[in-house]
């Protein structure tokens, strides 16, 4: 197999496209798209988000040190394109594509109700990288949709029609390809 040699670039795909919510204090909240983001530790539960300085959200969580990743689905593939190329400072993005505003248990940040998982979060540290900046957070709270529960209380997470970012484009994700230790799971007789 040949190889061409490109720049130095970000070529770690797919990686998941979600819905960030922020908001200040007496006004309205926002919506921006985020893909450069994952998890930090388990313990505490820590994840990160990398936002441009210029973006219209980012003032916002840097003053008010909190925010909400709101895990997207196929369903909402077109309103999380469109919080990732219109501004906040343009359109009140809640109202314009008719997204419920959730509350939150520990932050002023409101979730995105149709989304089937809100993860409150806090700020612990910022990380002035240059494209981007890191928000370093602590997980304060999960809400999960009860839709997805079954009767033993299993949230059935990968039922929910999660979609991923991948080199420019938004894909669902396909099917089972196997659980964590398949490869080492002893065969039953």
């Not at 990160?48 to 980012?58: A, G, K, L, N, T």
């Not at 033993?152 to 390809?177: C, I, P, Q, W």
Request: with cysteine; glycine share 8%; charged share 25%.
């Amino acid at each position: 197999m040949k190889k061409q040699i490109w720049k130095a670039g970000n070529m770690i795909y797919p990686l998941p496209a979600v819905m960030v919510s922020c908001g200040r204090p007496g006004e309205r909240p926002n919506i921006l798209t985020v893909a450069w983001t994952g998890t930090i530790c388990t313990n505490p539960a820590m994840l990160y988000i990398s936002v441009r300085p210029e973006r219209y959200s980012y003032p916002i969580i840097r003053e008010t040190g909190e925010f909400v990743v709101n895990l997207t689905t196929d369903k909402l593939a077109k309103e999380t394109d469109f919080c990732g190329v219109r501004s906040g400072a343009d359109v009140d993005k809640f109202r314009y594509l008719h997204l419920t505003e959730e509350p939150s248990r520990y932050i002023q940040a409101p979730g995105i109700a149709q989304c089937p998982v809100n993860i409150e979060c806090r700020v612990t540290e910022v990380k002035e990288l240059g494209s981007h900046h890191m928000f370093l957070a602590e997980v304060l709270a999960v809400h999960v949709d009860e839709s997805y529960l079954d009767e033993k209380g299993k949230f059935h997470l990968n039922d929910t029609g999660l979609m991923a970012y991948s080199h420019g484009e938004y894909r669902s994700l396909g099917g089972l390809l196997g659980t964590f230790g398949y490869s080492v799971k002893k065969k039953k007789r």
